[in-house]
């Protein structure tokens, strides 16, 4: 059974720290990922990042945010910094399965920034 169990959000101060991990397990993945939503608006893509350590950032948290992983615990994590209000949201990780090119998705994490 494929899942992806994700843990760390809450409420911070701007300013402060979150970090986010995303534990996948039932199969191997390459890309794992976080995208967020906030309330209103559509999902956006946060980071992401291949089984070979090469990464993406959205512009909005470029010098903020930094993804990693293990590649031998299957799980990928988040670390944010410098948390502003409009960090506020709901964020999905996700996983693409090698076998069959899916995007797994887990249930959602509330991260929320107060001014």
């Known amino acids: 059974q494929i899942q992806l169990v994700e843990s760390g959000g809450g409420l911070v101060q701007a300013g402060g720290s979150l970090r986010l991990s995303c534990a996948a397990s039932?199969?191997?993945?390459?890309?794992m990922g976080w995208y967020r939503q906030a309330p209103g608006k559509q999902r956006e893509l946060v980071a992401r990042?291949?089984?070979?350590?090469?990464?993406n950032y959205a512009d909005s948290v470029k010098g903020r945010f930094t993804i990693s992983r293990d590649n031998a615990e299957m799980t990928a994590y988040l670390q944010m910094n410098s948390l502003k209000p409009e960090d506020t949201g709901v964020y999905y990780c996700?996983?693409?399965?090698?076998?069959?090119?899916?995007?797994?998705w887990g249930q959602g994490t509330q991260v929320t920034v107060s001014s």
């Open positions: 996700y996983a693409l399965r090698i076998v069959n090119s899916r995007d797994y």
């Open positions: 039932g199969s191997i993945f390459s890309t």
């Open positions: 990042i291949t089984s070979g350590g090469s990464t």
